[in-house]
């Protein structure tokens, strides 16, 4: 469960390190990223994450460790 914050919409070398292990990610907001400024509607996170969660406040964490619970379910 990843909350990039800023690095979200900047930074490739996250999505790199993403990349090199074998963890899925979720990616979390706590603000709906997609409804905020222009610059922050892009996220190199999301095409690399297994899924995201957006725009619940704190409640978006909780939200991703039961969808990565279900997820994990899934596979047993």
């Given at each position: 469960?990843?909350?990039?914050?800023?690095?979200?919409?900047?930074?490739?070398?996250?999505v790199?390190?993403?990349?090199?292990?074998?963890?899925?990610?979720?990616?979390?907001?706590?603000s709906?990223?997609?409804?905020?400024?222009e610059?922050?509607?892009?996220?190199?996170?999301?095409?690399?994450?297994?899924?995201?969660?957006?725009?619940?406040?704190?409640?978006?964490?909780?939200?991703?460790i039961?969808?990565?619970?279900?997820?994990l379910?899934?596979?047993?």
């Amino acid at each position: 469960i990843l909350n990039a914050g800023a690095f979200t919409h900047t930074s490739i070398a996250l999505v790199d390190a993403i990349l090199a292990v074998d963890i899925p990610v979720v990616e979390v907001h706590m603000s709906n990223i997609y409804g905020r400024e222009e610059f922050r509607k892009h996220s190199y996170i999301s095409p690399v994450a297994l899924g995201g969660v957006f725009g619940f406040g704190k409640n978006s964490y909780l939200l991703a460790i039961l969808a990565v619970n279900q997820q994990l379910q899934t596979k047993l």
